[in-house]
């Protein structure tokens, strides 16, 4: 049972526009969050993250959104540009310290110039 | 230079071969992870381990093995590789002193079995 879902595998938006890619999990325990983008022949890269006591979390054009009472974060990418195009994966933790990150089937963000 | 380096960084074999992945780092983490990615199933866990004498099975360690044969380097092994193992292998690393276990990734292997 996917424990971390998003369920858009694909998005496309045009440049200058924002992009909001969705992620739901369904383990209450979970109170860290990750975000990573993914480039083809690349791995992973680390994003943004937010914790459980915090609902947003900014960084640049980059801002992470946690709804805990409906377990959904949101990455909103603002304004949206060609080389954000990637993969994107959110990964949720309930034990930070520990191995423990459950990763979505990620979601492959189109930006259209 | 890459902090995280995988070798090879594609290799095709066959059903039946042994075939051993290499990881290394130098971010002078002591926690390094294995894990695969299939397509809609997004990355699953293998092996980790925390330092060199402490290895631990991940989500679906069946059909694998490691050995962290120093700090820096973590080893990925198929004893017997099957079709079903044909798959994007990333290494990761992280530092214990981050309360978060924010993990950086290699570039990957794509390994394909015949």
């Known amino acids: 049972d996917q424990q971390v879902k998003q369920n858009s595998p694909s998005l496309s938006v045009q440049e200058g526009r924002i992009s909001i890619l969705n992620c739901d999990y369904t383990?209450?325990?979970?109170?860290?969050f990750l975000w990573y983008k993914k480039y083809p022949a690349e791995g992973p890269t680390f994003l943004i993250s937010?914790?459980?006591?915090?609902d947003k979390n900014e960084d640049g054009r980059f801002t992470v959104f946690l709804n805990k009472s409906a377990k959904h974060l949101s990455l909103h990418i603002v304004p949206s540009q060609p080389g954000d195009s990637a993969v994107y994966f959110c990964?949720?933790?309930?034990?930070?310290?520990?191995?423990?990150?459950?990763f979505g089937t990620g979601t492959r963000l189109k930006v259209l110039a | 230079d890459a902090d995280v380096t995988q070798t090879p960084r594609n290799r095709i074999t066959k059903t039946g071969k042994r075939i051993m992945l290499e990881c290394s780092q130098t971010?002078?983490?002591?926690?390094m992870y294995w894990y695969r990615q299939d397509p809609g199933l997004g990355l699953r866990l293998i092996y980790y381990?925390?330092?060199?004498?402490?290895?631990n099975k991940g989500e679906i360690s069946d059909g694998y093995s490691v050995s962290r044969q120093a700090q820096a380097k973590f080893s990925l092994s198929l004893e017997s590789a099957i079709p079903n193992q044909t798959a994007l292998y990333f290494c990761?690393?992280?530092?214990?002193?981050?309360?978060?276990?924010?993990?950086?990734f290699g570039p990957g292997t794509r390994l394909t079995v015949l």
């Open positions: 990761a690393t992280s530092d214990f002193r981050d309360s978060t276990d924010t993990q950086y």
């Open positions: 383990n209450s325990m979970f109170d860290y």
């Open positions: 937010i914790s459980s006591i915090k």
């Open positions: 990964a949720a933790s309930g034990d930070p310290g520990t191995y423990k990150y459950i």
């Open positions: 971010k002078g983490h002591d926690r």
């Open positions: 381990s925390f330092d060199v004498k402490d290895i």
